[in-house]
């Protein structure tokens, strides 16, 4: 059984074919590594972008519940922003006591619906 293969291992053939698989497997490994670069920095590049957008969502989300905050009258006393210092389960609970002038439960459950609508583009 082991003649056959001792044969095979010690034929000058098998280093010759030995090295030509190095070498195929070596250029398989360049070209995997560049391929996995190339597409780490189109998704780092895309995570950038994404967070940007959140970023900028956040501030117009931030301002629109000011504008509503505002709006209401309870955000401000003494001519100093509190709601600032609420966390958001006090800050809705504030809004839904004294709610701005003809902006009712209707309008509210319109607005969610529609804010949930603009997260899901």
Known sequence: MSNPLMRVITSP?????????VIVLGLALIATSL????????????????????????AVWGAK???CEAGSGAAVRGGRVTAATLSDAARAKQLAQN??????VCARMESADQAVLETLK
């Open 13 to 21: 053939w098998a280093g010759l074919v030995a090295m030509v698989m």
């Open 35 to 58: 391929t996995a670069a190339r597409t780490e920095t189109a998704l780092r590049g895309r995570i950038a972008a994404m967070a940007a957008e959140n970023r900028q969502t956040a």
């Open 65 to 67: 519940l000011a504008a």
């Open 99 to 104: 709610a701005p002038a003809g902006f009712d």
